[in-house]
């Protein structure tokens, strides 16, 4: 495995464990490995579980001289990721979140999806 590779994936996994398995835009719990221990947990189908796969977000994009190390990497699911880079021009990592938030608050963003934030607390607090 190429060393850029590498190091992005390392940063990924320290990005995923920082914000406790959530998604920095959006805060959605994302996962990570097997796609359908999630699906099955939070009664989705794969399509749908899809979109919670945890990404490798640079805040500052790499065209723009951003690095792979952990200080420019966060953990975004696929669906704020893409949808973040689908603008013609990607807004700043701020900016978007706010947007993204803004969007969960009035249930527009993973439509239909808002009990699965719940769920997730619910099993922590079993957990602990
Ligand atoms: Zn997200």
Same mark, same amino acid.
């Given at each position: 495995?190429?060393?850029?590779?590498?190091?992005?994936?390392?940063?990924?996994?320290?990005?995923?464990?920082?914000?406790?398995?959530?998604?920095?835009?959006?805060?959605?719990?994302?996962?990570?490995?097997?796609?359908?221990?999630?699906?099955?947990?939070?009664?989705?189908?794969?399509?749908?579980?899809?979109?919670?796969?945890?990404?490798?977000?640079?805040?500052?994009?790499?065209?723009?001289?951003?690095? =792979?190390?952990?200080?420019?990497? #966060?953990?975004?699911?696929? @669906? +704020?990721?893409?949808?973040?880079?689908? $603008?013609? &021009?990607?807004?700043?990592? =701020?900016?978007?979140?706010?947007? #993204?938030?803004?969007?969960? @608050? +009035?249930?527009?963003?993973?439509?239909? $999806?808002? &009990?699965?934030?719940?769920?997730?607390?619910?099993?922590?607090?079993?957990?602990?």
């Amino acid at each position: 495995m190429p060393t850029q590779l590498r190091k992005l994936i390392k940063s990924r996994s320290t990005a995923f464990n920082r914000q406790g398995g959530r998604c920095f835009y959006c805060n959605y719990p994302m996962w990570r490995g097997a796609l359908e221990p999630f699906a099955q947990l939070h009664g989705m189908t794969l399509g749908q579980a899809r979109q919670f796969q945890c990404t490798a977000e640079h805040l500052l994009a790499r065209q723009d001289g951003g690095k =792979d190390g952990s200080d420019n990497i #966060v953990a975004a699911c696929r @669906a +704020c990721n893409q949808r973040r880079h689908k $603008r013609k &021009k990607a807004p700043e990592p =701020d900016a978007y979140k706010a947007l #993204v938030q803004k969007r969960v @608050a +009035c249930g527009k963003w993973h439509p239909g $999806r808002a &009990k699965i934030i719940a769920t997730q607390v619910t099993l922590m607090e079993t957990l602990n």
